[in-house]
């Protein structure tokens, strides 16, 4: 499986991205997750959904704000940022896994993982 994801770029706090992962090779129906790395800080989860769509998780710093979901006919991924603040500055990653687990926030139960996207918000 390969991961691409797009849609990062500049804006003002306040304003909204929407970013997308594509998985390509197969058709890809497992959980899928989007994580950040800002300068100097390691890797941090953001959100997860389950296969089905149905299941969803955020971290507490996204909730609310955030909005994790995929269209499994397109094999894609996205992540709705609204209300973004300067300390969502970050690249954003997609990742993929077959694995089954209770907890996706650990980045290491994914198997694939994409380039990432520069998101970045100026105040």
């Known amino acids: 499986v390969q991961l691409q994801a797009y849609g990062g770029g500049s804006v003002q706090a306040g304003g909204s991205l929407r970013l997308s992962c594509r998985a390509s090779?197969?058709?890809?129906?497992?959980?899928m997750g989007w994580f950040r790395q800002a300068p100097g800080k390691e890797r941090e989860f953001v959100a997860t959904?389950?296969?089905?769509?149905?299941?969803?998780d955020y971290a507490d710093s996204v909730k609310g704000r955030f909005t994790i979901s995929r269209d499994n006919d397109k094999n894609t991924a996205y992540l709705q940022l609204n209300s973004l603040k300067s300390e969502d500055t970050a690249v954003y990653y997609c990742?993929?896994?077959?694995?089954?687990?209770?907890?996706?926030?650990?980045?290491?139960?994914?198997?694939?993982w994409g380039q990432g996207t520069q998101v970045t918000v100026s105040s």
């Open positions: 090779g197969r058709t890809f129906s497992g959980p």
């Open positions: 990742a993929a896994t077959y694995l089954f687990s209770r907890d996706y926030s650990d980045p290491n139960l994914y198997n694939w």
């Open positions: 959904i389950s296969g089905n769509g149905q299941i969803t």
